[in-house]
């Protein structure tokens, strides 16, 4: 992938300027051709068939994960995050053309015909579009999805170093360092302040299978973003001392105006217009989704919980899981009060969600150690008081480990003359009422072993 001299192109250039973009010069620059490169580059209409794709890329992404009739913002986040990436990258790439002697005559015009390139590049989120969840298991789903996000990331991210070696004529030693570099900031800021499950040993509590999966993949790529992290600034801090050898810049910066075919168009077109077709499936349960968890999350309850038993699991989006999810340490809105909501309404699929829920959340291995230490006499109250509901409805506690971890705390917090030293401040009545659950507890246990 090293470049030649720029006269040695000069044959390939000329040729370049005089074609038409067709529907196969797209996919010849999808991977990398140099002339697909340089003729897409120095059209000044390519930014604004690329800014179509983008729009596609947006519904291919969102149309089967968010509801966007009530947040069509989401349709937004592709564009703004290409716009802002696109800027910094080019600013990086653009020092480093001052100390290589690139002569780029005029930055704007040089940003646009970069930011077109950037934005051809959406077509690969396509891929996105893949309904996995609707014939994976939830965890082979997850899995899925977060290769097909690392396959169009790191074929873009080798894309664009294509890109700047054919602009700027440049070896691929001098760009490669200095590109992994953004893209492995932008990976460890994403990893950082975008939400994802904790790895139950790090954070003690029982995760899903599709929590797992997706905890224990990120944390890989955290770890290998922060190990390769300290090779690319050293190898950006060495491009960056030297001078040579010296880029030039190969586009006339965007300045020759000829048409695009109706073709072309017609395509960039119909890649939005297609989904005017498929929202209609999928959009219903998204908005389904949306929402039950407003009303969740805004406190309403009972409100939220009779919508979701006013529908079957099957009118929601494929492995949904409503809120809080655990894995992700959400604690709006309360399992305890969704519980005590319902134990007492039939036995359908959304009292066995939030049971299961509850459960995990018991067998967690610093629920009660740390937990309990932490609340209030009147907390420590609704969480027994949770459990007697359980017990009242005949709901028996079926995960192992939850009981397990459940009777050890009862014992831990019911007996004073022992561990009043690791819960100094827990009530008589908070006692009181552990041992007569424990006791209940262990009656039940007795007539199973029977």
């Known amino acids: 992938m090293t470049s030649l001299e720029p006269i040695d192109h000069a044959d390939e250039h000329s040729t370049s300027s005089d074609a038409e973009i067709t529907l196969t010069t797209i996919a010849q620059y999808l991977v990398g051709s140099r002339t697909a490169i340089l003729l897409l580059a120095e059209n000044t209409r390519t930014v604004w068939l690329g800014l179509l794709f983008v729009i596609s890329a947006g519904f291919a992404r969102e149309y089967d994960g968010e509801d966007l009739w009530s947040e069509p913002w989401h349709l937004l986040l592709p564009l703004v995050a290409s716009l802002v990436t696109s800027l910094l990258l080019f600013l990086l790439v653009y020092l480093l053309s ?64 294509r890109v700047i070696t054919v602009l700027f004529n440049a070896r691929i030693e001098t760009v490669l360092p200095v590109v992994m570099l953004f893209a492995d900031s932008v990976l460890l800021l994403l990893l950082a302040y975008m939400p994802r499950p904790i790895l139950a040993v790090m954070g003690g509590v029982r995760i899903t299978d599709s929590e797992m999966t997706l905890a224990t993949l990120s944390f890989l790529v955290h770890m290998v973003g922060m190990l390769a992290f300290p090779f690319w600034v050293i190898g950006s801090f060495v491009v960056f001392c030297f001078r040579q050898p010296a880029w030039s810049y190969q586009t006339s910066s965007g300045e020759v105006p000829r048409k695009i075919p109706p073709s072309v168009w017609a395509v960039a077109l119909l890649s939005i217009l297609v989904w005017i077709f498929i929202l209609p499936f999928t959009q219903p349960e998204q908005r389904l989704r949306f929402q039950v968890e407003r009303a969740l999350r805004t406190g309403q309850l009972q409100e939220g919980v009779a919508l979701m038993r006013d529908h079957r699991l099957e009118e929601f989006p494929p492995h949904w899981d409503p809120p809080p999810r655990l894995g992700y340490h959400e604690r709006t809105p309360p399992i305890i009060d969704l519980v005590e909501i319902v134990a007492e309404g039939p036995d359908d699929w959304v009292r066995h969600v939030y049971l299961d829920k509850f459960q995990r959340q018991l067998a967690s291995d610093n629920f009660w150690m740390s937990s309990l230490r932490d609340m209030e006499d009147n907390e420590r109250l609704k969480v027994l008081s949770t459990v007697e509901l359980m017990l009242d409805n005949e709901l028996s506690l079926t995960d192992p480990e939850s009981l397990k971890n459940l009777m050890f705390s009862l014992a831990q917090i019911g007996v004073s003359d022992e561990t009043s030293w690791k819960f100094p401040h827990i009530s008589d009545k908070v006692r009181k009422k552990a041992k007569e659950i424990a006791s209940r507890l262990n009656d039940v246990r007795a007539i199973k072993r029977d």
């Open 98 to 161: 001052l100390r290589r002697h690139a002569n780029v005559k005029n930055v704007f015009m040089s940003f646009r015909t970069f930011l077109g390139l950037y934005w051809l590049t959406a077509p690969l989120a396509w891929l996105y579009a893949i309904p996995v969840e609707r014939f994976l298991s939830a965890a082979n789903s997850a899995g899925v999805n977060f290769w097909l996000l690392g396959i169009v990331a790191l074929w873009r991210v080798i894309l664009i170093i």
